[in-house]
């Protein structure tokens, strides 16, 4: 709540003088119903019959089980098919309704779905974040601890990655190499990113987001660590709530000027401008009324400037985020990244208003509903959700 009492409200002053009385600034009204987000104009993953989108017994290579991540580009699209253990890749940028997918990794073919089923080396376990950068392709291999590297797309299943980060080599997968943390480990890393050049993992059981400038090479060292005092050190909101503490940070987004993680354990994005070359207070924040409250809103209508577990986030080059506010079942959009704390949402995906948040708008699965989206990626005007409750990837045109 602002201040407005005492001489701070334009009333008497300290001297008993009687100072001039000021009107408040007014906040200007939010619309309840939003203009128009866009439309949805692709499904990946099995139909819904009956209106329920529920897992397959056996996987196939258009199916799809709670998956967490998307990438989509000019020339693949590429999903972290999650509960399946194993990342789908489609070699172009639009596949077709309910398409089945060109490669499998992390699994020898489409019907296997064991937690690293041909071996640690080419397999994944509960694989979330994605990104395709410069033609690589990288994996954060969430509950092996590692981010895997591939020079290329690979073409063929089961390829085996070039480079691993956070382990030794490709056949360990303990946490935190089974010891204590440090700056080459990794405890659950649910988010890979490209930010301005630099590349971000947000390792999540670690409570921190780590830095380098560019993919970096095997057992090299991070330029920055967030979120902790020091690389050793992995303290939930480093003891209190604050604007360097993160409770579950779990991706990254932002431009060459600003960086924005989304902190889904204390329902917030955290943004630095510039970006931060060690471990500082961020300057900005969404979701929350300042930075070091970290509080939930369940039970109560939404708002365009609320968030309940955000666990990603995705910024075009023309300048939009979008925020999955998972546990609202809702993709919040912003025209431009904001610059300040507490801006609104100019928009939202798969709710009619700011006020919604229920699964599939509690109904049946439907072309324009969500149920705990986890994954985003932003390429010009397409919009590709993880549309992981209802096991399927959404792709929406967004309006100018």
């Known amino acids: 709540m602002t201040a407005v009492d005492g001489a701070s409200a334009g009333g008497e002053t300290g001297t008993g003088a009687l100072a001039t009385p000021t009107a408040p600034a007014r906040t200007p009204p939010v619309a309840t119903v939003p203009p128009p987000a866009g439309r949805p104009v ?6 819904a019959p009956g209106g329920l989108a529920l897992p397959p017994a056996l996987p196939t290579a258009s199916q799809l089980y709670a998956p967490r991540g998307v990438w989509v580009d000019d020339l693949v699209t590429v999903v972290a098919d999650t509960g399946n253990h194993r990342v789908l890749i489609w070699h172009r940028a639009r596949p077709g309704q ?20 041909p071996g640690p080396q080419r397999g994944l376990h509960l694989p979330t974040g994605v990104v395709v950068h410069e033609g690589r392709l990288v994996v954060a291999d969430a509950w092996n601890h590692r981010v895997l590297v591939w020079d290329g797309v690979p073409e063929t299943h089961a390829a085996r990655p070039d480079v691993v980060l956070g382990q030794p080599d490709l056949t360990s997968v303990a946490a935190n190499r089974g010891e204590g943390c440090g700056p080459l480990s990794f405890y659950w890393p649910f988010g890979v990113a490209m930010v301005g050049g630099r590349f971000y993992v947000a390792d999540t059981g670690n409570r921190r987001v780590l830095v380098w400038d560019g993919i970096p090479e095997p057992e090299e060292k991070p330029l920055a660590v967030l979120g902790q005092p020091d690389p050793y050190q992995r303290d939930e909101n480093r003891g209190g709530i604050g604007p360097a503490s993160f409770r579950w940070p779990h991706d990254v987004a932002g431009t060459g000027e600003r960086v924005l993680v989304a902190d889904a354990g204390n329902h917030r994005l955290l943004g630095w401008s510039p970006p931060p070359d060690a471990d500082r207070d961020a300057d900005q924040v969404l979701g929350q009324p300042d930075l070091v409250t970290g509080r939930e809103l369940p039970y109560q209508p939404q708002s ?20 999955a ?3 609202n079942n809702r993709v919040l959009l912003w025209d431009r990244v904001p610059e300040r704390s507490g801006v609104p949402a100019d928009r939202v995906v798969a709710q009619h208003d700011f006020a919604s948040n229920g699964e599939n708008r509690w109904q049946l699965v439907g072309d324009d509903t969500l149920c705990w989206p986890f994954g985003l990626c932003l390429h010009g005007a397409t919009l590709a959700v993880a549309d992981s409750g209802n096991n399927r990837v959404m792709l929406w045109e967004l309006d100018p």
Do not use: K
Not at 98 to 117: C, I, K, Y
Not at 306 to 321: E, I, K, Q, T
């Open 42 to 47: 692709g499904w990946l993953g099995a139909p």
């Open 98 to 117: 309910h398409a089945p997918a060109d490669v499998v990794l992390g699994q020898a073919d489409f019907s296997s779905e064991r937690p690293n089923g």
């Open 325 to 327: 506010d998972t546990a």
């Open 304 to 323: 365009p400037s609320s968030l309940r577990f955000p666990y990603a986030a995705s910024v075009s080059r023309d300048g939009r985020l979008a925020v």
